[in-house]
């Protein structure tokens, strides 16, 4: 109907269709053709946006999968390439999780409006709208929009409908994923932190030791505190318990050749010049005799007697049957209180300075006939270093102020213990001993060092509540605990096999022999040459016993003469061994590594001479770590794309008469009888009013959809009714 025109009002010229313009059955053919094709109903740019947009969705998370994926492997040690590392050095990794996830929400975004798109068309030709949805869905079609505008219409298009049951969910699933795809490049940063990677191999100077003048390294080894917790390289057998033995087994450790703990801390490869010492403590129950455990000075105590191995008993000791019994006199804690067993109080001793010993642990770096009488060797050397561990079990079965004869009483209570319980057989026993052998000889060999971890190098911190030292990390990286941990929760360097390793000279007129004599001087001296005696220590001996020679040693008691015992972090670091794994290997094992460490790298800081090395370290930055914020945004992506893929089927299955990015059709196909008494009034309404206008004429709970008329022939929104001829 044609309103009047007022005065003021501008006239125009009404639309109407040119003289020459086609037949309405031309047009009408024509959009019927139109509407049977899927690109038609999509159109070009809509087609473009998905399918380019689908291909754009996987050229961004290319570069992001290998910056991850390469990431990962520099994290578990392996050696990156070379892009990686240039990545890495110029900070670009947050500039290239930038620019991804910026074209990746540009093209989510894109693809979720065309999405929106499809959804609306799905839902107002299928599913059903009410009436005052009508005009939202169809205008949508032509101008697209973000799927959470589907939030705030009347109602979800939940019409109980399988199909109304989908659509929602894929609605839902298309706002979750467009907000979160929003924080993907936070998701992606968060997997960042501060890594470790190897850096490309190079040419470094190692230090070598090669003191020829002779210097020793005579200090107070025992009587220091370490002044680091030096990593290594280790590669080691399981630890043997056996009948009356406790075994190490060959733990072949190579200390790192640098003085400085960055370096120590960051190696990851090296081959060449590097000194190997077998650290293997072999503990068993010796053979004692004539015994005297003399009381006079409670201050100090001494077991005498005489030791010797078995012959036969032990398959990893050699030369048994030739060794003689040999004397010792070895102190033993102070008795000026009665201690219980929890508190230390063991002790060490050099039988007789080590002269008169011929019993060989099997398996030594270089055989003994390789000495070749060489008298710059001390006896120590011919001969596996035997050292004895005396331990007080109860000081209060100990008769003071005399000297008594005791002998053997038992092994403590087990066949596999390697103590021999001694006592006098009235009172229980009171001191329990065994014999610890190790090889002190030391060679440097061209060997290879590898570990995809950083190093550790825990310190020993003093507890003022308990006055004592923390030694948990110490012990561990010693592997002084039982199970012994794997090498990267050492933090310990992996040692190659020893048939990869090489004999190592440095100069055409210094023999790897040489090389040999050196090391195991300098490092054998470091473990028996500070131990202390009597006269060194300062002790005030009775009259009666001023020229009896005790043989040198230390304890490892809190309560001992302060002059004659270890230092309380060495005291620690053993007893805390004892108690936790009961194994004295492994104890006296833990001691004679920290004690040559000592003395190596005191060592290494005076000399000058090196030789070149092939040498790997790690450098420090922060890229990815983890997969877990990589492994949700690719996930949120792939949603998105089912989603998409879905609703493109559904799209192509369910609609006939929605032409996306069309406006004058979505205008045009919202006009019908069913709205056009909305539609005269609506110009000066807003959408709450014609809401309780439709509820006043009875349309609300009504589902409205497009369909054609097959009449009329023209498609427009319809009341749902089965007696209408629409399809």
Request: with cysteine.
């Amino acid at each position: 109907m044609a309103r009047p025109r007022d005065s003021g009002a501008v006239a125009y010229t009404p639309l109407s269709a040119p003289d020459n313009a086609h037949s309405q059955t031309q047009d009408e053919s024509t959009v019927a053709n139109k509407r049977t094709s899927i690109w038609a109903r999509l159109g070009t740019v809509h087609i473009l946006i998905l399918v380019l947009g689908s291909i754009m969705l996987i050229l961004p998370v290319l570069p992001l999968a290998w910056l991850w994926a390469e990431s990962m492997a520099a994290a578990a040690g392996q050696e990156p390439s070379r892009a990686w590392i240039a990545v890495i050095r110029a900070n670009w990794t947050a500039r290239i999780v930038t620019i991804c996830t910026a074209i990746l929400r540009t093209v989510v975004t894109t693809q979720a409006s065309v999405t929106t798109a499809m959804f609306a068309g799905i839902i107002i030709e299928r599913v059903g709208a009410p009436l005052v949805d009508g005009p939202f869905y169809s205008i949508t079609r032509a101008l697209s929009g973000s799927p959470s505008n589907f939030l705030w219409t009347s109602s979800l298009p939940l019409r109980g409908t399988g199909l109304s049951v989908v659509i929602v969910t894929l609605i839902l699933l298309e706002v979750s994923v467009t907000m979160a795809v929003q924080l993907l490049s936070t998701l992606l940063l968060a997997d960042f932190g501060n890594g470790a990677f190897t850096g490309p191999s190079n040419a470094t100077n190692v230090r070598i030791l090669n003191d020829y003048g002779g210097t020793t390294l005579s200090q107070p080894w025992w009587s220091m505190p370490p002044a680091a917790g030096w990593t290594f390289a280790e590669q080691s057998e399981p630890s043997v318990t056996g009948p009356k033995f406790d075994d190490t087994g060959h733990t072949y450790r190579a200390f790192l050749p640098y003085p400085e703990v960055a370096q120590r801390t960051s190696i990851r490869h090296l081959r060449g010049p590097v000194t190997i010492i077998d650290q293997r403590v072999v503990c068993v129950q010796p053979t004692l005799r004539e015994l005297r455990l003399d009381a006079l000075n409670i201050g100090y105590p001494r077991l005498s007697g005489q030791i010797a191995i078995a012959n036969s008993t032990y398959p990893m000791l050699q030369m048994t049957e030739s060794q003689p019994y040999l004397p010792f006199t070895c102190a033993l804690t102070s008795l000026f209180t009665n201690f219980t067993r929890a508190q230390a109080q063991t002790s060490l001793c050099w039988p007789n300075d080590g002269a008169g010993w011929n019993v060989s642990v099997e398996g030594r770096l270089v055989p003994p006939l390789a000495l070749i009488n060489d008298s710059s060797l001390d006896a120590y050397v011919d001969a596996s270093a035997m050292f004895m561990l005396l331990d007080i079990v109860s000081s209060a079965a100990i008769r003071r102020g005399v000297t008594q004869e005791v002998h053997s009483v038992g092994n403590n209570g087990s066949t596999s213990s390697p103590w021999v319980m001694l006592g006098n057989g009235a009172d229980p026993p009171s001191v329990r001993v065994t014999a610890c052998m190790t090889n002190l000889d030391v060679e440097m060999f061209t060997a290879g060092l590898d570990s995809k971890w950083e190093g550790s190098e825990p310190t020993m911190s003093w507890d003022r509540s308990t006055e004592h030292y923390n030694t948990a990390t110490t012990l561990t990286q010693l592997g002084a605990i039982h199970p012994r941990q794997p090498l990267d929760h050492r933090g310990v360097l992996a040692l190659t096999p020893r048939s990869d390793w090489q004999s190592f000279s440095s100069s055409g007129n210094v023999s790897a022999y040489q090389h040999y004599v050196v090391n195991t001087q300098l490092l054998a001296d470091a473990v028996v040459g500070s131990l202390l005696t009597p006269q060194t220590a300062g002790v005030d001996f009775t009259p009666e016993h001023r020229n009896q020679m005790v043989s040198a040693g230390v304890i490892f008691s809190p309560w001992a003469s302060a002059d004659y015992k270890a230092h309380d972090a060495h005291i620690d670091l053993f007893q805390d061994t004892l108690n936790q794994t009961q194994s004295p290997a492994m104890a006296l094992q833990a001691l004679l590594t920290r004690i040559c460490q000592m003395a190596y790298y005191d060592m290494l800081q005076r000399i000058d001479e090196s030789k070149v090395a092939e040498a790997t370290f790690s450098d420090a930055a922060v890229f990815p770590t983890q997969w877990t914020g990589f492994g949700v945004g690719m996930g949120l992506l792939l949603v998105h794309w089912v989603v998409v893929a879905i609703v493109v089927g559904l799209f192509a299955r369910y609609t006939r008469h929605s032409l996306l990015g069309n406006h004058w059709q979505a205008v045009s196909q919202v006009y019908s009888e069913d709205t056009a008494a909305i539609l005269e009034k609506a110009d000066r309404m807003n959408d709450r009013d014609v809401k309780r206008w439709v509820k006043s004429k009875g349309h609300r709970g009504k589902l409205y959809s497009f369909a054609r008329d097959e009449g009329e022939g023209r498609v427009a929104l319809r009341v749902n009714r089965p007696d209408l001829p629409f399809k």
